[in-house]
Protein backbone atom coordinates (compact mmCIF):
# COMPACT_ATOMS: atom_id res chain seq x y z
CA UNK A 1 0.00 0.00 0.00
CA UNK A 2 1.02 3.88 -0.82
CA UNK A 3 0.23 6.36 1.68
CA UNK A 4 -0.12 9.85 1.17
CA UNK A 5 -1.52 13.18 2.71
CA UNK A 6 -2.86 16.29 0.63
CA UNK A 7 -2.34 19.80 2.30
CA UNK A 8 -3.38 23.00 0.74
CA UNK A 9 -3.72 26.38 1.51
CA UNK A 10 -1.27 26.87 4.57
CA UNK A 11 -1.24 30.65 4.28
CA UNK A 12 0.85 30.58 6.45
CA UNK A 13 1.80 34.67 7.77
CA UNK A 14 4.94 35.22 10.04
CA UNK A 15 4.31 37.42 13.34
CA UNK A 16 6.38 39.84 12.04
CA UNK A 17 5.36 39.94 8.34
CA UNK A 18 2.54 42.70 8.97
CA UNK A 19 -0.56 40.41 7.47
CA UNK A 20 -3.69 41.83 8.66
CA UNK A 21 -5.27 39.90 5.94
CA UNK A 22 -5.66 36.41 8.27
CA UNK A 23 -8.54 35.34 10.51
CA UNK A 24 -6.98 31.82 11.92
CA UNK A 25 -3.79 31.47 13.78
CA UNK A 26 -2.57 29.76 10.22
CA UNK A 27 0.92 28.42 11.86
CA UNK A 28 -0.52 27.14 14.70
CA UNK A 29 -3.41 24.99 12.27
CA UNK A 30 -0.27 23.78 10.18
CA UNK A 31 1.85 22.77 13.16
CA UNK A 32 -1.11 20.95 14.45
CA UNK A 33 -1.53 19.15 11.05
CA UNK A 34 2.00 18.22 11.05
CA UNK A 35 1.44 16.76 14.92
CA UNK A 36 -1.72 14.80 13.48
CA UNK A 37 0.26 13.26 10.54
CA UNK A 38 3.17 12.05 12.46
CA UNK A 39 0.98 10.62 14.89
CA UNK A 40 -0.36 8.28 11.82
CA UNK A 41 -0.14 4.58 11.47
CA UNK A 42 0.59 3.64 9.25
CA UNK A 43 2.92 6.34 8.59
CA UNK A 44 2.49 8.47 5.55
CA UNK A 45 4.91 7.92 2.43
CA UNK A 46 5.12 11.53 1.88
CA UNK A 47 2.82 14.77 1.68
CA UNK A 48 1.74 17.20 -1.15
CA UNK A 49 1.41 20.67 -0.45
CA UNK A 50 -0.50 22.19 -3.26
CA UNK A 51 -0.05 25.65 -2.86
CA UNK A 52 -1.01 29.24 -1.02
CA UNK A 53 1.83 28.03 1.02
CA UNK A 54 1.89 31.40 2.72
CA UNK A 55 -0.50 34.49 2.77
CA UNK A 56 1.54 37.26 1.78
CA UNK A 57 4.39 35.74 0.13
CA UNK A 58 7.01 37.46 1.68
CA UNK A 59 10.59 35.79 2.38
CA UNK A 60 9.88 35.22 6.64
CA UNK A 61 6.70 33.65 6.08
CA UNK A 62 8.63 31.12 4.14
CA UNK A 63 11.46 30.53 6.38
CA UNK A 64 8.23 30.11 8.99
CA UNK A 65 7.31 27.47 6.92
CA UNK A 66 10.23 25.55 6.58
CA UNK A 67 10.46 25.65 10.35
CA UNK A 68 6.78 24.21 10.68
CA UNK A 69 7.25 21.52 8.17
CA UNK A 70 10.96 20.31 9.08
CA UNK A 71 9.80 17.49 11.97
CA UNK A 72 7.63 15.82 9.51
CA UNK A 73 9.36 12.40 9.12
CA UNK A 74 8.49 11.88 5.20
CA UNK A 75 9.02 13.69 1.61
CA UNK A 76 7.40 17.21 1.02
CA UNK A 77 5.97 18.06 -2.56
CA UNK A 78 5.66 21.52 -2.26
CA UNK A 79 3.30 23.79 -5.17
CA UNK A 80 2.98 27.41 -5.41
CA UNK A 81 -0.40 29.09 -5.43
CA UNK A 82 -2.05 32.11 -6.15
CA UNK A 83 -0.63 33.62 -2.83
CA UNK A 84 2.75 32.30 -3.26
CA UNK A 85 5.03 34.61 -4.70
CA UNK A 86 7.98 32.78 -6.47
CA UNK A 87 10.52 34.94 -5.97
CA UNK A 88 10.57 34.28 -2.22
CA UNK A 89 10.10 30.99 -2.17
CA UNK A 90 13.12 30.32 -4.79
CA UNK A 91 15.31 32.40 -2.56
CA UNK A 92 14.15 30.96 0.99
CA UNK A 93 14.15 27.58 -0.36
CA UNK A 94 17.09 27.23 -2.40
CA UNK A 95 16.45 26.19 -5.61
CA UNK A 96 18.04 28.53 -7.54
CA UNK A 97 15.14 29.61 -10.05
CA UNK A 98 15.05 33.14 -9.51
CA UNK A 99 11.40 33.92 -10.18
CA UNK A 100 10.39 31.11 -12.73
CA UNK A 101 7.38 29.04 -12.25
CA UNK A 102 7.86 26.02 -9.98
CA UNK A 103 7.08 22.64 -11.82
CA UNK A 104 9.07 19.60 -11.09
CA UNK A 105 8.43 15.67 -11.02
CA UNK A 106 9.74 13.09 -8.79
CA UNK A 107 8.77 9.02 -7.86
CA UNK A 108 8.19 8.76 -4.37
CA UNK A 109 6.35 5.20 -3.21
CA UNK A 110 5.54 4.11 -6.28
CA UNK A 111 3.95 6.63 -7.68
CA UNK A 112 4.80 9.53 -10.24
CA UNK A 113 4.31 12.98 -9.13
CA UNK A 114 4.27 15.70 -11.51
CA UNK A 115 3.85 19.11 -10.15
CA UNK A 116 2.99 22.29 -12.28
CA UNK A 117 2.35 26.17 -11.22
CA UNK A 118 -0.80 27.63 -11.96
CA UNK A 119 0.43 31.08 -10.44
CA UNK A 120 -0.67 34.33 -12.05
CA UNK A 121 1.49 37.06 -10.47
CA UNK A 122 -1.04 39.30 -9.07
CA UNK A 123 -4.36 37.57 -10.11
CA UNK A 124 -6.50 35.32 -8.29
CA UNK A 125 -7.02 32.99 -11.34
CA UNK A 126 -4.75 30.81 -12.50
CA UNK A 127 -3.28 28.62 -15.73
CA UNK A 128 -0.87 26.58 -16.97
CA UNK A 129 1.90 28.47 -19.81
CA UNK A 130 3.18 26.91 -22.85
CA UNK A 131 6.89 25.62 -20.92
CA UNK A 132 4.80 23.67 -18.47
CA UNK A 133 2.70 22.56 -21.22
CA UNK A 134 5.87 21.08 -23.19
CA UNK A 135 7.41 19.83 -19.43
CA UNK A 136 3.97 18.25 -18.95
CA UNK A 137 3.67 16.19 -22.38
CA UNK A 138 7.58 15.19 -22.08
CA UNK A 139 6.86 13.86 -18.12
CA UNK A 140 4.06 11.97 -18.69
CA UNK A 141 6.15 10.11 -20.91
CA UNK A 142 8.51 9.36 -17.99
CA UNK A 143 8.32 6.30 -15.46
CA UNK A 144 5.60 4.73 -17.82
CA UNK A 145 5.44 1.66 -15.45
CA UNK A 146 4.11 4.68 -12.57
CA UNK A 147 0.49 5.39 -12.09
CA UNK A 148 0.69 9.57 -12.07
CA UNK A 149 -0.75 12.09 -9.40
CA UNK A 150 -1.20 15.62 -11.21
CA UNK A 151 -0.88 19.09 -8.17
CA UNK A 152 -1.93 22.00 -9.46
CA UNK A 153 -3.73 24.64 -6.82
CA UNK A 154 -6.21 25.94 -9.22
CA UNK A 155 -8.63 23.16 -10.41
CA UNK A 156 -9.28 22.70 -13.60
CA UNK A 157 -13.09 23.94 -14.95
CA UNK A 158 -15.57 21.63 -14.68
CA UNK A 159 -18.34 24.18 -15.86
CA UNK A 160 -18.65 27.62 -17.61
CA UNK A 161 -20.66 29.16 -15.08
CA UNK A 162 -18.16 28.50 -12.49
CA UNK A 163 -16.67 31.87 -10.93
CA UNK A 164 -14.35 32.64 -13.25
CA UNK A 165 -11.01 33.13 -10.46
CA UNK A 166 -11.97 29.52 -8.64
CA UNK A 167 -11.16 27.34 -11.67
CA UNK A 168 -7.83 27.35 -14.31
CA UNK A 169 -9.24 29.29 -17.21
CA UNK A 170 -11.23 27.38 -19.59
CA UNK A 171 -8.53 26.82 -22.54
CA UNK A 172 -5.91 26.03 -20.31
CA UNK A 173 -8.86 23.47 -19.01
CA UNK A 174 -9.34 22.35 -22.10
CA UNK A 175 -5.66 21.53 -23.01
CA UNK A 176 -5.12 20.11 -20.22
CA UNK A 177 -7.93 17.60 -20.88
CA UNK A 178 -6.49 16.83 -24.26
CA UNK A 179 -2.85 16.03 -22.68
CA UNK A 180 -4.28 13.63 -19.97
CA UNK A 181 -6.39 12.00 -22.04
CA UNK A 182 -5.66 8.27 -21.89
CA UNK A 183 -3.22 8.32 -19.30
CA UNK A 184 -1.96 6.71 -16.51
CA UNK A 185 -3.72 9.56 -13.95
CA UNK A 186 -5.05 8.56 -10.70
CA UNK A 187 -5.88 12.15 -10.07
CA UNK A 188 -5.35 15.59 -10.03
CA UNK A 189 -5.14 17.42 -6.57
CA UNK A 190 -5.56 21.02 -6.08
CA UNK A 191 -6.57 23.51 -3.87
CA UNK A 192 -7.48 27.09 -3.50
CA UNK A 193 -11.46 27.06 -3.38
CA UNK A 194 -11.50 25.76 0.50
CA UNK A 195 -13.77 22.97 -0.30
CA UNK A 196 -13.85 19.17 0.71
CA UNK A 197 -14.70 17.59 -3.11
CA UNK A 198 -13.75 14.85 -5.32
CA UNK A 199 -15.06 15.13 -9.25
CA UNK A 200 -14.69 13.11 -12.40
CA UNK A 201 -13.39 15.61 -15.26
CA UNK A 202 -12.94 13.77 -18.14
CA UNK A 203 -12.08 10.77 -16.74
CA UNK A 204 -9.99 12.02 -14.62
CA UNK A 205 -10.75 12.03 -10.55
CA UNK A 206 -10.54 16.10 -9.19
CA UNK A 207 -9.47 15.67 -5.28
CA UNK A 208 -9.97 19.33 -3.54
CA UNK A 209 -9.12 19.43 -0.05
CA UNK A 210 -10.51 22.84 2.18
CA UNK A 211 -7.14 23.31 3.75
CA UNK A 212 -5.42 24.85 7.04
CA UNK A 213 -7.12 28.08 6.79
CA UNK A 214 -10.96 28.19 6.67
CA UNK A 215 -13.99 26.29 4.80
CA UNK A 216 -16.79 27.88 2.71
CA UNK A 217 -20.36 27.56 3.79
CA UNK A 218 -21.66 25.50 1.04
CA UNK A 219 -25.13 26.10 2.16
CA UNK A 220 -25.27 29.78 1.64
CA UNK A 221 -25.91 30.50 -1.72
CA UNK A 222 -26.34 33.97 -2.20
CA UNK A 223 -22.80 35.26 -0.95
CA UNK A 224 -19.55 33.21 0.17
CA UNK A 225 -19.36 32.82 3.66
CA UNK A 226 -16.53 31.98 5.23
CA UNK A 227 -16.66 29.64 8.01
CA UNK A 228 -14.27 27.49 10.68
CA UNK A 229 -12.78 24.66 9.36
CA UNK A 230 -10.02 22.93 8.85
CA UNK A 231 -8.65 19.35 7.51
CA UNK A 232 -6.34 17.38 4.98
CA UNK A 233 -6.73 14.84 2.58
CA UNK A 234 -5.70 11.16 3.30
CA UNK A 235 -5.08 8.91 0.55
CA UNK A 236 -3.90 5.10 0.34
CA UNK A 237 -3.45 2.96 -2.79
CA UNK A 238 -4.03 -0.06 -2.77
CA UNK A 239 -4.04 -3.06 -5.56
CA UNK A 240 -7.83 -2.40 -5.30
CA UNK A 241 -7.76 1.22 -6.06
CA UNK A 242 -7.09 4.79 -4.67
CA UNK A 243 -9.21 5.88 -1.49
CA UNK A 244 -9.30 9.11 -0.15
CA UNK A 245 -10.58 9.88 3.81
CA UNK A 246 -10.89 14.05 4.13
CA UNK A 247 -9.47 14.54 7.79
CA UNK A 248 -11.04 17.19 9.82
CA UNK A 249 -8.89 18.87 11.72
CA UNK A 250 -10.72 22.00 13.48
CA UNK A 251 -13.34 23.11 14.74
CA UNK A 252 -12.22 20.82 17.76
CA UNK A 253 -14.88 17.64 17.94
CA UNK A 254 -16.71 17.28 21.08
CA UNK A 255 -15.97 13.38 22.09
CA UNK A 256 -19.64 11.87 22.46
CA UNK A 257 -18.18 8.38 23.16
CA UNK A 258 -15.69 5.54 22.83
CA UNK A 259 -15.32 2.12 21.45
CA UNK A 260 -12.51 0.25 21.91
CA UNK A 261 -10.54 -2.23 19.64
CA UNK A 262 -11.63 -5.42 20.95
CA UNK A 263 -15.21 -4.68 20.63
CA UNK A 264 -14.85 -2.96 17.25
CA UNK A 265 -13.18 -6.45 16.19
CA UNK A 266 -16.23 -8.47 17.92
CA UNK A 267 -18.48 -6.88 15.34
CA UNK A 268 -19.85 -9.13 12.28
Known amino acids: MTRFVHLTDLHI???????TMLRTDTPAQVASAVAAIN????APDFVIASGD???IGDPRSYGLLQDILAPLKMPVVLALGNHDRRDAF????QTGRGDAPHFHDRAEAGLHI???DTLIPGKVSGTICDV?????AEALERAPDLPKVIVAHHPPRMDPNELPWATLDQPTS???ADVLRGRNVLGILSGHVHINSVRMWHGVPLYVSQGLNSTVDLIEREDMRIVEGTGFALFDLRASGLS???VPLTPDARELGRLDVARLRSFS
Open 13 to 19: SHPDSGD
Open 39 to 42: RLDP
Open 53 to 55: LTN
Open 90 to 93: HSVF
Open 114 to 116: ITL
Open 132 to 136: QFAFL
Open 174 to 176: DRL
Open 244 to 246: VTF
